[in-house]
């Protein structure tokens, strides 16, 4: 499978979207072999694409939907080689920033690839991340809207296999809290990625900080692996309930995919051949219409993920499966879910600017 395999037709090919959440990395062959000796199905999707940079994105964009701007995720790529250790995750952004100049110049095209970005720093540094944080803010020539900080844990290690390593509670520590302080008067929101069981962190860490906009990534993230395996179906009304309640909070958006991955293990997962978009629709709908249900189209944006989600399905596929997913819902209510929501949370020119 490569991201642009694909034979289907394109639905509603016009429909404005912006993606909100895609990776960009450049894995060197050593890096590769050494996830792939995990034996984790996680390592099987860089082994399938350790190479995503500008030209991978953009065949991606042109592949038949209308997508008008992306907004880049942070994934650990092209740190700095040297420098005091809690600045070298500057790098990214450093090279993210290249990026969405090439794609301003105008010469690949009308779509802006890395029109905003979300970065890295460690929050657990306290107060002094704030440094870091404004160094983030000059490097990206305007470009700069946020952080992200994985607390993805499990006692089960098969869970994450070559991610695992991260204590509990990472969300209410002391200290990391210090640091999710200095977000919001530098007007920084917070990407959150974790597991479906950890949710109750996250509903205490958005209670906390009411004025720091917090968007929780891939709904959250459900399992169905290792210890969970056959486990997915019995823990949904868990999922839903923490969903729910994190959308009482009005500081609380959600991104709408993410389910391609491994963890929630679905059949579509490595499938060969490749499920159609019928197919990821209705394992991923449940979950989608109930966080489009429990926080409303205007919190609610639908992602790729990619090149992640490749593990599934190709570009063209995913959004295909969401626009099957959204068909039932109005024209306001499509253009929230594919650009409105993310064009406002991330701060975006609007699409006819």
Not at 107 to 128: I, N, P, Q
Not at 176 to 192: I, V
Request: charge should be negative; include cysteine.
């Amino acid at each position: 499978m490569t991201s642009t395999d694909h034979h289907e037709p394109i639905l509603d090919p016009d429909l404005p979207i912006v993606d909100p959440h895609h990776h960009l990395w450049d894995r060197p062959a050593a890096m590769v072999a050494a996830l792939a000796a995990s034996k984790h199905d996680f390592t099987r999707v860089i082994e399938l694409v350790p190479r995503y940079l500008f030209d991978e994105l953009m065949a991606d964009l042109d592949s038949g939907h209308n997508v008008r701007a992306t907004v880049y995720m942070e994934c650990g790529a092209f740190y700095r080689a040297d420098g005091p250790a809690e600045f070298r995750c500057l790098g990214e952004t450093e090279f993210v920033t290249g990026v969405a100049a090439m794609s301003r110049s105008g010469v690949y095209g009308d779509a802006r690839t890395c029109a905003a970005m979300v970065g890295h720093a460690d929050l657990s540094l306290g107060a002094r991340v704030a440094e870091v944080l404004q160094a983030h803010i000059t490097a990206a020539g305007g470009r700069f809207r946020g952080i992200r900080n994985s607390a993805s844990h499990d006692a089960d290690p098969d869970v994450l296999g070559p991610l695992h390593g991260r204590a509990p509670g990472f969300y209410l520590d002391k200290t990391f809290r210090e640091g999710f302080a200095q977000l919001a008067p530098l007007g920084l929101s917070f990407d959150a990625w974790m597991l479906e069981p950890q949710l109750p962190d996250l509903i205490d860490l958005g209670r906390a900080f009411p004025d720091t906009q917090i968007i929780l990534d891939h709904v959250g993230t459900p399992l169905g692996l290792a210890s969970y395996t056959g486990r997915r179906e019995e823990r949904f009304g868990v999922w839903r309930d923490n969903i729910r309640a994190l959308a009482r909070l009005p500081n609380v958006a959600v991104k709408l995919g993410g389910l391609a991955m491994v963890f929630p293990k679905f059949d579509s997962f490595l499938s060969d051949p490749p499920a159609p978009s019928t197919q990821l629709a209705a394992e991923w709908k449940p979950y989608i219409e109930t966080c489009i249900e429990a926080f409303g189209p205007e919190r609610c944006m639908f992602e790729s993920n990619f090149p992640v989600d490749l593990g599934s399905c190709s570009y063209a596929t995913l959004w295909n499966a969401f626009k099957i997913i959204a068909a039932g819902y109005s024209a306001d209510e499509k253009t929230a879910l594919f650009s409105g929501a993310a064009t406002r949370i991330y701060r975006l020119p609007t699409l006819d600017a």
